[in-house]
């Protein structure tokens, strides 16, 4: 055999192992397809959940003008739809991290066999259909290279179902919904609404650019603390758009000069609008879901299955709500803290060393740390012991938030200086609630002063028995009292004493319209009222206009000794702007599922409490008090009102306005609730305790403490147009046979003994 004949066979030996190479490799590659196919390397989604993939979806808090309030969530995950996504995130996401997406069916070879030769250094080979195939089945990729190329095989056979199963555009908005931008940026929504604080929709380039940036690593590319390598990664993704002609070199260049614009809206749950509200309405929507099972019998879950709750809480006025909280209680804390400078006692009043030694013990055993140290087996000593460790800590301040070094105990003295509010709105007609902000601030000051608290009310009761006595005599808002001393014997309702109350100013003399008292608060009226009509009848109407509360049959709570939540007192007076009829505060619309399916249509609860009549004299007596008593600094009025707690003051309402304030004793609550035709509003404000308030009752007064944040929020909503709050009268009833113009002649009423004067 020659030499040439030699090499021939060779050469031909070569050819076929070559191709037996060739077509083993196949062969073997398609086995191995066919192997993950049948599940041999892990478990593979059956059609069903191809269909429908595991998500936890957060469910949504939608106010009635259509906001997004907050979110429960387990992942904050919010899926959109893909007429929902702009075309510059679109262009900008296919241009970066699949060229070749709309021709390839999953799997691009090319891309593959370019990351192979080159070993990735040209780009990875995954298309975007396998890049949702490992986030929807694998999450992250094995570090183990033989265990990773299994999941790849997984990822292969995966991609070409979901090509099968799902059009393009579903796939990348599949995509763009499962991907966790990391910062609680669970998808698209999330992401846009956090970064830059609007819907994906609203997008500009620049902005869709530096989210697909992040789709690269999220956590190496985050905004939030490497600004500078998330810009250098959006201006790649923007010459990407330019090399596939999505942009222009004039549309890139400009671009890629811009600052990030990041506009950063957490939405943890302590962050954001209405976190009171969205408290209370998770604590309703745990009792909803056991009492309403999904169809299968199973409940629903709150933080994964996607409900969406609409709300009445409308988010204009939530935020003017929340701005002028915080712009009068800024303001009266930075005074409460001059008087308190130098006070060794501060910020208690009425307290000894001892009794504040106990307060901030009682504090201390209510604390998480002292709950999670107990239930970890530490002894009291420990525990106390570790209350006085100092530490770092960041606190609240009215400035932003302050990192300092100080021990728990001291942490809890100095969060005991600040001042709490709490504010609610109703719209009397439909019950519904439109505005909920029940503090300061939920980070730090968790306790809701809307309808978990309950405080002394004061004057703010006074309405209900002048409400009974109106209601029950038909008494005139012209009908004159005398202004003396007046004393109920302790027989007459079983109490261990005569009950005389005094004058706030204890100043006595003349004859008052029921009109003046009430806008004077005049205590020695409201005592000879609540007398004539009974306490228990006091106590029945208040029950019927929405006073949920216990409340003793007494004389004293004419002047307002019981405790009462603001969610009750705002409800109730509610009622005297719906001409009588009792509407129950509702705050929820409606709840459906994640598919759009209504599974709870709320309706108001109404019934009759008082007459039309007596409702409507009532608001007139109420409108004396911000015509010419406490409250008529609304008006524009100086009056002797401290103007370093008043923000913008004075006011200079001109419309119709009922009102009442009220100042417990030491000033340890101030209240005002006003009213208008189409809106009833009701403001607190008051320390943690009661013994931490004002000296005196110029500052300490409901009229300097709460009337500025009512007034400034109502000036805020009259200057939104679109929110149509009412500024004219109130609605007369077409039979009113109760004079209310006190031009006309009335008679006195000078009888003293409690009996009911003839009229």
């Keep these: 055999m020659t030499a040439s004949t030699k090499n021939s066979n060779l050469f031909s030996k070569y050819i076929k192992w070559f191709w037996i190479a060739i077509f083993g490799g196949i062969v073997s590659l398609i086995f191995i397809f066919l192997l993950g196919s049948w599940g041999v390397f892990g478990t593979l989604p059956s059609f069903e959940e191809l269909e429908s993939p595991e998500h936890n979806l957060a469910t949504e808090v939608i106010s009635i003008d259509g906001k997004t309030l907050g979110k429960y969530f387990k992942e904050n995950r919010t899926p959109v739809k893909y007429k ?9 996401l296919i241009a970066t991290e699949d060229e070749r997406f709309y021709e390839h069916s999953g799997i691009d070879f090319k891309a593959s066999l370019r990351a192979v030769i080159l070993l990735g250094k040209g780009g990875g080979g995954s298309t975007i259909t396998q890049q949702l195939a490992k986030l929807l089945f694998h999450g992250e990729g ?6 990773r190329i299994l999941q790849k095989v997984n990822e292969y056979v995966i991609a070409v179902k979901l090509e099968r199963q799902y059009t393009k555009q579903e796939i990348l908005t599949m995509y763009l919904n499962k991907y966790d931008f990391i910062n609680q940026a669970v998808g698209i929504r999330s992401a846009s609404r956090i970064y830059f604080g609007k819907e994906p929709i609203d997008l500009t380039t620049s902005e869709s650019a530096m989210l697909v940036g992040m789709l690269k690593n999220a956590s190496y590319y985050n905004p939030l603390r490497r600004e500078q390598l998330v810009k250098d990664r959006r201006n790649t993704v923007l010459n990407q758009m330019y090399k596939n002609d999505f942009v222009t070199k004039i549309e890139r260049d400009s671009l890629q000069k811009k600052e990030l614009g990041l506009e950063v809206n957490m939405e943890t749950h302590s962050d954001g609008s209405a976190t009171y509200f969205r408290e209370y309405l998770r604590d309703f929507m745990k009792s909803w879901i056991k009492n309403n099972p999904k169809p299968d019998g199973t409940e629903y879950n709150l933080h994964r299955d996607g409900l969406k709750i609409y709300v009445t809480i409308d988010s204009r006025m939530q935020q003017y709500a929340e701005e002028a909280m915080a712009e009068h209680m800024s303001n009266l804390q930075r005074v409460f803290f001059k008087e308190h400078k130098n006070r060794k006692l501060a910020p208690f009043y009425d307290l000894d060393n001892s009794q504040i030694d106990y307060t901030i013990e009682q504090a201390m055993k209510r604390s998480n ?9 530490s002894s009291e000593k420990e525990i106390k012991a570790s209350f006085l460790e100092k530490t770092t800590m960041r606190v609240f301040s009215w400035k932003g938030e302050v990192d300092t070094i100080m021990s728990p105990k001291d942490s809890i003295l100095y969060y005991k200086h ?6 609610m709105s ?15 601030n939920y980070k730090h000051f968790q306790f809701d002063a809307v309808k978990q608290q309950k405080r002394q009310v004061g004057s703010t009761f006074k309405p209900f028995v002048y409400a009974t006595a109106i209601n029950q005599l038909n008494l005139s808002p012209c009908d004159k009292f005398p202004n003396t001393p007046y004393t109920i014997p302790k027989e007459k309702y079983e109490m261990p004493e005569d009950w005389t109350p005094k004058n706030s100013d204890d100043k006595y003399g003349g004859n008052f319209t029921l009109k003046q008292a009430l806008a004077n608060s005049v205590n020695v009226i409201t005592a000879k009222l609540i007398d004539m009509v009974q306490p228990i009848n006091v106590v029945n109407l208040a029950k019927r206009v929405g006073i949920e509360s216990e409340i003793l049959a ?7 000794s019981v405790d009462l939540s603001l969610y009750e007192m705002v409800g109730a007076y509610a009622t005297f702007a719906n001409k009588g009829l009792r509407v129950e505060p509702m705050m929820i619309l409606k709840i459906e599922d994640k598919n759009g399916t209504v599974l709870e249509q709320f309706i108001p609860n109404s019934k009759e409490a008082i007459s039309e009549e007596s409702a409507y004299v009532v608001l007139n007596l109420l409108q004396g008090v911000t015509e010419s008593g406490s409250g008529i600094r609304l008006r524009g009025a100086w009056g002797s009102y401290p103007d370093d707690v008043v923000t913008g003051y004075p006011y200079g309402f001109t419309n119709p306005i009922a009102g009442k304030t009220g100042t417990t004793q030491n000033q340890s609550d101030g209240w005002f609730i006003g009213i208008v035709p189409n809106l009833a509003t009701g403001v607190w404000v008051g320390g943690e305790d009661r013994a931490t308030h004002f000296a005196g009752i110029t500052r300490g007064q409901g009229a300097t403490m709460a009337l500025p944040i009512w007034a400034l929020y109502y000036k805020k909503m009259y200057e939104d147009a679109k929110l149509n709050v009412s500024n004219g009268e109130f609605e007369k009833p077409e039979k009113l046979t109760i004079n209310i113009d006190c031009s006309k002649t009335s008679i006195d009423a000078k009888n003293t003994t409690g009996e009911i004067p003839e009229f």
């Design 418 to 423: 600040f001042l709490r509010s709490g504010l």
């Design 369 to 377: 740390r002292w709950i999670r140290m107990k239930n970890n087996g």
């Design 554 to 560: 007494v004389p004293a709570i004419a002047l307002g």
């Design 426 to 440: 109703v719209e009397p007609q439909s019950g519904h609630i439109k505005a909920w902000v029940g503090g300061i």
């Design 84 to 92: 929902d996504l702009p075309d510059n995130l679109i262009k900008a």
């Design 142 to 147: 094995s570090k183990n290279l033989p265990e």
